[in-house]
């Protein structure tokens, strides 16, 4: 495992997610990338669902990654890596890998829509047959590359294309899905929340580090803010991740063994959710005296939430 | 056995289960010229960062959350021996212009400030806010 130290040290790894790719400016994904691929020494393969991030790195006859990578559809990266992790492992079985010297970890990429909804059944499959990958979720809680459509990882009042507020609509009617926990229940050795800022730039990288050298599928959900589809100025891209945080919308943990949970960012006080939601052009509407409501249940899915994570790391389960 | 050169050249020659770096020369990390770093996205941008060497404290929060991958850093080292990055400039051909580097800068007066494209980095650095 790569040992993540300060960042002046941290920052000396050469990067191998290279710019020049036409993600938005201020885009949270690249930043997630970024610290995710220089989080360990050991080569990569790496695939991608389509999405944001898949679609703007690899414009033809360009390519931003200098690991191994591939495109496969918007449905299966985890079916893509584990094929190409299992075969690398008969290979391994009949001596006949090509750089015998290095070591390779594999590693997906998706956005909520490819992850959360239609590439569920591949995720999930390819954690059963417990395939050794890391699984990295870019959740920006929307289909931002097709014009921003809700997924299920879109929060309650959140307006999106085919959530849109209006007279008799106020955006987004479920609640967000709690997909952390649902991947901790397939037993993966190790799952975490994350966010890209200056703040918890460790949290992540450490995070992730940890995650590329457990053996098994291991899973992280990191909240990409999304400059375009949240509607807030690019240069906040930070600033809205770690509020996510102060307010307990995206708390920082991790879950190891499938169980075992530990809070891995405590805010001194927790602030209140109109914070967050004021920040961003999606819940302008909710601050209209009739959706008063939503901010109110906003506030209660959050605490609850939070005393839940809370009680799990006291009773340590 | 094919170097990866060779491997890139024509199918037959890719290897299961070769990793292939992104190089087309792997030894000196020289980039093909269908390397995205290799491309510009300069005319995204209507304002660009200038960057202050002389306030800076190398943090390097700029090149952890610049999500263009922007900032050029030289490897150092520090009085105990330590290797350090040390923030020597900004890629201009890969930044868009989205000022997170400036909102995450921490120093006292910033050490990065964004400016209209058409004012050159010496005349920005000149008019740089002073301590009062
Ligand atoms: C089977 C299939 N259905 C639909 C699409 C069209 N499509 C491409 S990207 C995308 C949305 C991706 O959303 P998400 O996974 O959240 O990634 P984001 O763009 O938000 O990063 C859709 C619907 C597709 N490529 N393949
Ligand atoms: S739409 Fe959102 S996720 Fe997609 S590139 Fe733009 S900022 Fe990034
Ligand atoms: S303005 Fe944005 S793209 Fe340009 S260097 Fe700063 S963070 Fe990077
Ligand atoms: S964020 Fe500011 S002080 Fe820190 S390394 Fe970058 S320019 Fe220097
Ligand atoms: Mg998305």
């Known amino acids: 495992m790569k040992k993540i130290t300060n960042l002046k040290e941290f920052a000396c790894t050469p990067d191998r997610f290279q710019g020049g790719h036409r993600l938005c400016p201020g885009c949270a994904h690249s930043m997630i990338v970024r610290e995710v691929v220089n989080a360990t020494d050991d080569d990569l393969v790496i695939s991608t669902a389509t999405g944001c991030l898949e679609v703007c790195s690899a414009i033809y006859p360009y ?54 909804d239609i590439g569920f059944q591949s995720l999930s499959g390819a954690a059963e047959r417990g395939h050794d990958f890391l699984y990295v979720c870019l959740d920006n809680e929307n289909y931002a590359n097709t ?24 955006g987004e009617k479920q609640k967000k899905k709690d997909l952390t926990m649902i991947m901790a229940a397939h037993g993966c050795p190790y799952v975490a929340t994350a966010i890209p800022s200056t703040k918890h730039w460790k949290d992540l990288a450490t995070k992730a580090a940890k995650a ?17 589809e949240w509607k807030f100025k690019p240069e906040e891209t930070t600033e809205i991740a770690d509020l996510a945080v102060e307010t307990c ?30 920040r961003q052009g999606r819940f302008a509407h909710l601050f209209k005296p009739e959706n008063k409501w939503i901010i109110e249940e906003w506030q209660k899915n959050v605490d609850e939430y939070w005393d839940y994570l809370q009680r799990r790391e006291e009773a340590g389960v | 056995m094919a170097t990866p050169k060779e491997m890139l050249t024509t199918w037959d020659k890719v290897q299961f289960g070769a990793v292939l770096p992104a190089f087309e020369d792997p030894e000196h990390k020289v980039r093909s010229k269908f390397h995205s770093y290799n491309y510009s996205v300069a005319d995204w941008r209507v304002e660009k960062p200038v960057f202050n060497r002389e306030l800076c ?4 929060f700029c090149w ?45 007066i910033k050490s990065l400030l964004m400016f209209p494209e058409y004012i050159d980095n010496e ?5 740089w806010p002073k301590k009062d």
């Not at chain 1, 492992?89 to 990429?109: H, P």
């Not at chain 1, 991790?254 to 109109?274: A, M, S, V, W």
């Not at chain 2, 404290?57 to 390097?60: E, F, P, Q, V, Y």
């Open chain 1, 212 to 228: 590329i050298s457990t053996v098994g599928p291991t899973f992280i959900n990191a909240l990409s803010p999304c400059t375009t």
């Open chain 2, 57 to 60: 404290i190398d943090c390097d």
């Open chain 1, 147 to 170: 014009g921003g459509q809700r997924s299920s990882a879109t929060p309650i009042g959140a307006h999106t294309s085919t959530t849109p507020r209006g007279r008799v609509s106020y």
């Open chain 1, 63 to 116: 390519t931003s990654w200098d690991v191994s990578w591939i495109h496969i559809g918007f449905e299966n990266a985890a079916a893509a890596i584990s094929g190409a992790e299992a075969m690398y492992k008969a290979l391994s079985r009949k001596n006949k890998l090509y750089n015998e010297d290095r070591r390779v970890k594999f590693v997906a990429f998706g956005g909520d829509g490819g992850t959360y």
């Open chain 1, 249 to 278: 919308a995206f708390p920082l943990y991790e879950i190891e063994d499938g169980h075992k949970l530990t809070i891995t960012y405590r805010p001194k006080q927790k602030i209140p959710i109109e914070e967050y939601l004021g």
């Open chain 2, 123 to 127: 005349e920005a650095l000149k008019q």
């Open chain 2, 64 to 108: 952890v959350s610049c999500p263009d991958s922007c900032f050029i850093v030289e490897e150092v080292e520090n009085k105990r021996g330590k290797k350090q990055a040390k923030i020597v400039g900004i890629n201009y051909n890969l930044c868009k212009g989205c000022g997170v580097c400036v909102d995450v800068c921490p120093t006292p």
